[in-house]
């Protein structure tokens, strides 16, 4: 995936030099089992590079693709008793997410089990290169399992 997001990238229209060259050094990070940075989500991806997605064995199939994700397993609310916990969780989703894309909205499922979070990307593209970086890795001793969800169910969510 790594090589093809390097070749779709750097082939972009408009794509400087220098982006070029940071997505090389990106793909080396990526090859080495680092996050992608911002900067990875910020060039072009062309349609084709999604047409990977929906294969992808990490992520749950039979969805349509959206620009909303639904995380689970990302907290145990049994386990979690500070004050304001939902939101600091909040916060550093936005942190860690959004340098796949620009995010639109976050919603903490605080008072339902399963450590759920409904994101929503301003592009499909962002809410995919965040599936694929979240979705199979453990956190927690918990491992993430990312799904997308229709405009609709995000929401019925963002507005409960």
């Known amino acids: ?32 089992g680092q996050p992608p940075s911002a900067m990875v989500a910020s060039l072009p991806l062309p349609a084709s590079l999604l047409d990977d997605i929906p294969n992808d064995p990490k992520l749950v199939q039979g969805k349509e693709l959206t620009n909303h994700i639904l995380v689970r397993n990302m907290y145990n609310k049994d386990e979690e008793s500070e004050e304001g916990w939902a939101e600091d969780i909040k916060l550093d989703f936005q942190e860690e997410s959004g340098k796949h894309g620009k995010i639109t909205s976050v919603v903490v499922m605080s008072k339902e089990v399963g450590g759920k979070i409904y994101a929503s990307f301003e592009s499909i593209e962002g ?34």
Request: with cysteine; hydrophobic share 55%.
């Open 1 to 32: 995936m790594a090589s093809k997001l390097l070749n779709a990238q750097a082939n972009a229209p408009g794509a400087t030099q220098a982006q070029i060259d940071a997505l090389a050094e990106e793909a080396v990070n990526l090859a080495l």
């Open 127 to 160: 809410a995919a290169a965040c599936a694929l970086n979240l979705s199979g890795r453990w956190f927690d001793k918990r491992q993430l399992q990312v799904e997308f969800v229709s405009d609709a169910s995000f929401m019925a969510v963002s507005t409960s």
